[in-house]
């Protein structure tokens, strides 16, 4: 597999392409970016512990029978994934209330969401990844109704197993976000899963282990990353 150019620059992963159409390599870089790109730092180790991380994941989601992009790590930083046409969509579920909806609804963080509560956002930093629904995403032309089906029900297919993974990990799966895209016609999970995507807890303490270490300057983010990676199984070595 030879890595050709730069396609594009995220503000935490690079996408290059390959000799073949449908693969590129995703870079993922130690660039950590909080309010939509406002605040950019710089995280040694960073790069490695998420591409470690999320190859964990992606490889425990396809055996738990949810479609990705992933196909095989590369090197301490880059994966190869399949090339997708990305549904500028995301996808968040929440098990427990944090962030956002704490903000938006003034409800406490903490309290357990029965049933869990699927959310979709616009994957635009420029309007600040405005909150909307399944009528704008039709119309606007972001996702047909049956590809928002399937966006939820897979999205609430790895709630059940990376709940079950984190648990045994004694971790809380508090809300993480999710993007799809199309390979070749077919929905597939895309972008990464790391603990810049989602909200992490100590089951026990309730000890944040997640990029909200970052944004709200908490410290020890990467060591935390690396925690609960140790602590479901990723290897860092
Ligand atoms: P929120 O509380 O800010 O709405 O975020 C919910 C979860 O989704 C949280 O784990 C962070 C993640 N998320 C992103 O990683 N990027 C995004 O652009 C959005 C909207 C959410
Ligand atoms: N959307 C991600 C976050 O919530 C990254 C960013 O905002 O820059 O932190």
Redesign the pocket.
């Known amino acids: 597999m030879e890595k050709r150019q730069e396609l594009y620059a995220g ?1 935490a992963k690079s996408v290059f392409t390959t000799d073949d159409p449908d693969r590129v390599i995703l870079q993922f870089r130690d660039d950590t ?5 406002e605040r950019m730092e710089s995280l040694d180790r960073k790069g490695m512990v998420n591409n470690r991380f999320n190859a964990f994941i992606m490889e425990t989601l396809s055996a738990a029978g949810v479609p990705t992009h992933f196909e095989k790590r590369l090197s301490d930083t880059e994966s190869l994934v399949k090339t997708l046409e990305m549904i500028p969509v995301e996808c968040v579920v929440r098990n427990i209330a944090a962030g956002s909806l704490v903000k938006r609804l003034g409800v406490t963080e903490g309290e357990a969401l029965s049933p869990p509560t699927f959310e979709l956002f616009l994957k635009n930093d420029a309007l600040h ?1 405005p909150m909307i629904n399944e009528s704008l995403a039709e119309t606007f032309g972001w996702a047909t109704a049956d590809q928002l089906a399937e966006m939820k029900a897979l999205t609430f297919k790895v709630n059940a197993v990376l709940k079950q993974l984190f648990a045994d990990g004694g971790l809380l799966l508090v809300d993480y976000k999710l993007e799809f895209g199309l390979f070749k016609g077919q929905l597939v999970l895309g972008d990464e899963f790391s603990p810049d995507g989602c909200r992490l807890w100590d089951a026990e303490t309730r000890e944040k282990l997640d ?1 909200d270490r970052f ?1 709200q300057g908490l410290g020890g983010v990467i060591e935390a990353y690396e925690e609960v990676g140790r602590r479901i199984g990723v290897s860092f070595d």
């Open positions: 503000k970016s909080a309010f939509d790109g990844d990029k944004r």
